[in-house]
């Protein structure tokens, strides 16, 4: 092997970087500020073997209210029948107490980041996929956060939880 050839990896190697760096570019404009300062440390994280890096406290904390603001909307759905199945369960089994809350909060923390990494690839190739336009002007309308999903989302859970005081 000469020393061209050791001094210049395949060209699959340099497309492979180009695409991952493509993605990182991709990533930073569709989520915003916050990818440089957290969600990029988290993503490098995860592998195969360890789909999941670090703990979310804004996931654990918030949950549903925090897949609002994320504008993870699918995942709200899930969630939301999650929550639903799951009451119902323990409603028929007589079941009373917090665990079942506690236990999708804590899953909420753990894999929040996990969550929101195959939500941003996800949007990010059927956003490529689509190519309308403006590929950064797409990313940034489909990406970034929604305050007021977020915030309409908190006061509903709010006022459902205030009624539920009331009426117990």
Known sequence: MTLDQQAVPPSTSLE???????????????????????????????????????????????????????KMYSYVLMAIALMIVIGMVETLLEIEGFGSSIGLSVAFGVFGNTLYKHHVDKQIAKIRQLGNGDLTAELENHGGTNFIAGLISLLILLGLIGLAMMTS
């Open 16 to 70: 492979n970087s180009t695409c991952m760096n493509q993605l990182e570019q991709d990533r930073a404009v569709f989520i915003g500020e916050k990818y440089k300062t957290y969600y990029q440390q988290q993503f490098e994280k995860m592998t195969t073997e360890r789909p999941y890096a670090g703990f979310n406290i804004a996931a654990f904390f918030l949950g549903v209210v925090w897949l609002f603001y994320r």
